[in-house]
């Protein structure tokens, strides 16, 4: 008897008759679609250093190899160091014709990702998790990012006067562009383009990912 109204109660709490309770906030399928790489962005927004803090913040609950959290950040703002950071990124490299950023659409805020210890395979793999995690939190605060591999490392770090090797340069802003995803076949061509105002990044088809 007693089993019977256990099943009885679970049924009526985990079953047909549960209540629904609404979600709130994203998913992760949402917050990964809406996440793209922006080259574009809204001069009129000015990035806070206090949201730049919240982006990186995340970096202190995702995984680490070997747990050695070495990675460090530099903070730039329109007000602290985004111009000299600016002048010696490179963005764009597949549409080299459109100088990209467009003028006055420029990133004003920056996170120059750096390593305390010496670059492993390890330390790129957490790189690479800090990142992503950084770009998804600014998608959910309703900003945009841009992960940036191609400046001249030494320069950057002399003129930030870093202590620490920078690997990488988050771009962070509110974007402007529209871009949209195209599903592809893995043996098409996977670079990004433009056409009628639109930025196109093709995407291989999920099924063509899976080993059979």
Request: aromatic share 6%; net charge neutral; hydrophobic share 40%.
């Amino acid at each position: 008897m007693a089993d019977n109204y256990l099943e009885k109660r679970y049924e009526e709490t985990l079953g047909q008759g549960r209540v629904r309770v609404k979600r709130i906030g994203h998913t992760v399928d949402e917050l990964l679609t809406r996440t793209r790489s922006t080259r574009g962005y809204n001069p009129a927004y000015v990035v806070s250093r206090a949201e730049l803090e919240r982006i990186v913040a995340v970096c202190s609950r995702v995984p680490s190899g070997c747990n050695q959290q070495a990675l460090r950040f530099k903070l730039t703002t329109k007000d602290d160091g985004a111009a000299q950071v600016l002048n010696l990124v490179r963005m764009g490299a597949a549409l080299p014709d459109l100088h990209l950023p467009l003028p006055g659409t420029e990133p004003q805020a920056f996170i120059v990702c750096c390593t305390a210890a010496k670059e492993t395979r390890l330390i790129d793999i957490d790189l690479g998790i800090a990142l992503q995690s950084m770009a998804l939190k600014a998608t959910e605060m309703g900003l945009s990012t841009l992960m940036i591999g191609a400046f001249d490392h030494e320069k950057l770090r002399n003129e930030l006067h870093l202590e620490f090797e920078p690997l990488m340069v988050l771009a962070v802003g509110k974007g402007i562009e529209r871009i949209q995803l195209v599903p592809i076949s893995a043996d098409e061509p996977h670079a990004y383009y433009r056409k009628d105002g639109v930025h196109y990044v093709p995407k291989v088809r999920p099924q063509e990912l899976i080993i059979n």
